[in-house]
């Protein structure tokens, strides 16, 4: 069944999924078990992040020292709703002062359009022994060391003075608007920078991602499918199908906070981490005709591969190329295979994947009533036209 709330969501233009501070904390902790200095230095920016309701912030401000950043940015897009209610932590908009960058005119406006957090420094403010995000809130209320001031604009991603932050940052992390997730990451990729973002699993065949994906560019992250392949977040009420929420909690503001499961959600990285190079364990042709289909494998029609359709079931000694389901990026590593391309539409004929034969299209049809589109694989088996779900073609690396 198809995600009510993602499709809720795509249809009233809201993208506001807030990622859960765990599942921040375990990506990243995997990146860090690779290379522990992968942080060090560097100037992280969170640009589709409210800093009033997002995890990222509190994850990355919390642990700035331990990480060693150099740098935290933060930018949120349109008013927030948080500091508009006069969050507890933070205090309200006037809390923030005037901005030496606005011009004349604009200073000390009462509304906050969006706003921009930079924090360099961070550390026990109110001498409790301990830090956390009231001495956060402290520092951003003197302004001391950190910054905390409106944007001039609403806060857009490709905004000119968001893409100014970005051109100052090293590692971009963050949830990006899945409406808008080809045009996000093409800026990042225009702009070179690294990054760990939250996108649907359907962006895998998307003709401008899955290039990067085939030439190791860009690669599925670590914890890539957690809870059946489904992540939980924090959505506005408004949005909310209460059929599947699956808890209802309370801020410090006293807003209900309604937690949901979307499916098919991974993180997409060209961050290195440990799992991204470890050969999936597989059986020989033989021993998985043997012990799990009991019968041999399926040859296109319209391409020269094998169907697999379990990734489990990748064969040890095919010499060829074989068409996997897209779940195989999951575990994929560049060591043991290389990506060859995906068997649907243009992108596959762009590898040599045949148009359906005219009797064939026919027979889809008229007999099937069921679409067609050239460049998808097919098989026929015992005279019937079947065409298995997107797959990727793939080969093992010669050693």
Known sequence: MANKNLTNAKRVKNDEFYTQFDDIQKEIGAYLEYNPDVFRGKVVYCNCDDPFESNFFRYFVLNFNKLGLKQLITTSYKPSPVANTQLALFGDDKTLTKSKSLPAGRQGRPKVNANKFIINEVHDIDGDGEFNLKDVAKQLKTNKHNEWTPLESDGDFRSDECVKLLKQSDIVITNPPFSLFREYLKQLMDYKKKFLIIGNMNAIAYKEIFPLLKENKVWLGNNCKVNAGAMFFEIPEKIANLEQVREIKTN?????????????????????????????????????????????????????????????NIPSDCKGVMGVPISFLDKYSPEQFEIIGLGIANLGLSVGVKPYKPEHKKFRKEIQKRGTVNGDLYMIKNGIVEVPYARVLIRHKKK
Request: hydrophobic share 35%.
């Open 252 to 312: 410090e503001s006293g807003k209900k906070i309604y937690i949901t499961r979307v499916q098919g959600v991974r993180w997409f990285t060209n961050l290195d981490h440990g799992r991204r190079h470890q050969p999936i364990p597989l059986m020989s042709k033989a021993e998985v005709i043997k012990f799990v289909t009991k019968k041999p494998f399926d040859q296109y029609y319209n391409y020269d591969a094998i169907e697999v359709s379990l990734v489990k």
